[in-house]
């Protein structure tokens, strides 16, 4: 049983982490990139993200659940419970914060695009937010890859 909860521990990390880049940092610029309506682009990718957030949430509570199953108290004292807290933190944030303000947003601007309204630079605002809190995220992602192992001792 060890084996197999310390596989799903790994496997998780790569799941989650490799999702952020795939989505994030591949999948959404070709979208943009290759289709030549960018409201389908950012809808498909929007959906992306979502998938991406609730793999997140899910491999999320699994690893703190394992880090704290493993190490007890003690996993406080872990860096690598703090990035993997921080890294849900942020997801719900995204999740549950911004995409619903982003949504009222481009749903307040029919029938034009968003990006096209008075709602712009609104929406170009939390946008930004939005990114600026998935590059943190992807950045602590990396840590976890590198400190995965500290979180099994």
Same mark, same amino acid.
């Given at each position: 049983?060890? #084996? ?27 979208? $943009?990139?290759? !289709? ?7 809808? !498909?990718? /929007? #959906?992306?993200? %979502? ?5 997140? !949430? ?5 690893? *703190?659940?394992?880090? *704290?199953? @493993? ?18 933190? *942020?997801?719900?944030?995204?999740? $549950? /914060? ?7 947003? #481009?749903?307040?601007?029919?029938? @034009? ?9 609104? $929406?170009?605002?939390?946008? /930004?937010?939005? %990114? /600026? ?12 890859? !590198?400190?995965?192992?500290?979180? #099994?001792?």
């Amino acid at each position: 049983m060890n #084996k197999l909860t310390e596989a799903l521990y790994s496997i998780l990390i790569a799941l989650w982490v490799g999702g952020l880049f795939a989505v994030g940092y591949l999948a959404a610029p070709v979208l $943009f990139d290759q !289709l030549p309506d960018r409201t389908l682009a950012g809808n !498909l990718a /929007g #959906k992306m993200f %979502s998938v991406t957030a609730w793999v997140g !949430l899910g491999a999320g509570a699994y690893l *703190l659940l394992y880090l *704290l199953t @493993r190490r007890g108290w003690s996993a406080f004292k872990s860096g690598v419970f703090w990035i993997v807290l921080s890294m849900v933190a *942020l997801t719900a944030a995204g999740q $549950f /914060g911004i995409q619903p303000i982003l949504a009222q947003l #481009k749903a307040d601007a029919l029938p @034009r695009a968003v990006m096209e309204s008075a709602l712009r630079d609104r $929406f170009a605002t939390w946008h /930004g937010i939005s %990114s /600026g809190l998935y590059l943190i995220q992807s950045l602590l992602g990396l840590w976890l890859v !590198l400190w995965q192992e500290r979180g #099994k001792r």
